[in-house]
């Protein structure tokens, strides 16, 4: 104690000394290699996800470890890619609820990405465990099926295409495959270093997706909360 300093420069000095001692945040870094997805942050970035087996959704520990399987073969390590895609998935499955198109419903729809039937399609015929099946129902060849000639193919032909991507083995790593196949070369590196400009040119780009929307722009930050080290700062679009 000393007595002949006035209690208030006591006080502020005290407080100096905490603030010094204090780490201060560093810069976002969507390019900073990440550890995998824990079920705890699964759970941060999708806080309604199912609790028990459903026809269409699995819990957090079975989503976690299908979602890290497929990052990891297809090479995506870097914090602005996993939360990209966690975003994606999260917005377009409802929290990891959905597995099929709800609304307006379209039979082709579906993954935890909501891929559109012709990229279901390629998914699909891309699987050397599924092609032989795929071009059973596709009547003994693969056919060119575009966003203008899907509505030719029956529904039933639809859905039992999507169902072969339905399995867990499959619905996870539909937004990883989309990615790497239906992307340009170019964007896997402006998610890893891009920061919300390469989110924004995944949405609309990429996705096709147009703007993106509140509902995304909130999805994403809440993945990247979840998912960047602890001391490092958020990007600004999501201090707003």
């Not at 071009?135 to 056919?143: C, F, M, Q, V, W």
């Amino acid at each position: 104690m000393l007595p002949n300093i006035p209690s208030l420069l006591l006080l502020t000095i005290a407080a100096l000394s905490s603030t010094l001692a204090a780490p201060t945040p560093c810069t976002f870094d969507p390019n900073r290699t990440i550890p995998e997805i824990s079920v705890q942050q699964l759970l941060a970035a999708a806080p309604k996800i199912c609790t028990i087996v459903t026809e269409e959704c699995h819990p957090a520990p079975n989503a976690v470890k299908e979602i890290n399987t497929a990052l990891a073969y297809h090479g995506l390590t870097a914090l602005g890619q996993k939360a990209a895609l966690l975003g994606l998935m999260t917005v377009e499955s409802g929290d990891f609820i959905h597995n099929t198109n709800k609304n307006p419903g379209r039979p082709g729809q579906g993954t935890k990405a909501m891929l559109m039937f012709p990229h279901i399609y390629d998914y699909a015929l891309s699987q050397p465990a599924l092609t032989a099946e795929v071009l059973r129902i596709s009547g003994g060849e693969a056919l060119d099926v575009t966003f203008d000639n899907m509505d030719k193919i029956p529904a039933a032909d639809q859905r039992a295409i999507l169902a072969l991507v339905l399995p867990e083995k499959y619905t996870y790593a539909a937004a990883a495959w989309y990615l790497e196949n239906k992307c340009q070369a170019s964007m896997t590196v402006r998610l890893a270093e891009g920061g919300f400009e390469g989110f924004k040119e995944y949405v609309g780009v990429c996705i096709g997706a147009g703007n993106v929307t509140p509902e995304r722009l909130a999805a994403w930050c809440l993945a990247v909360k979840a998912l960047k080290p602890v001391r490092m700062g958020m990007p600004r679009e999501c201090n707003n």
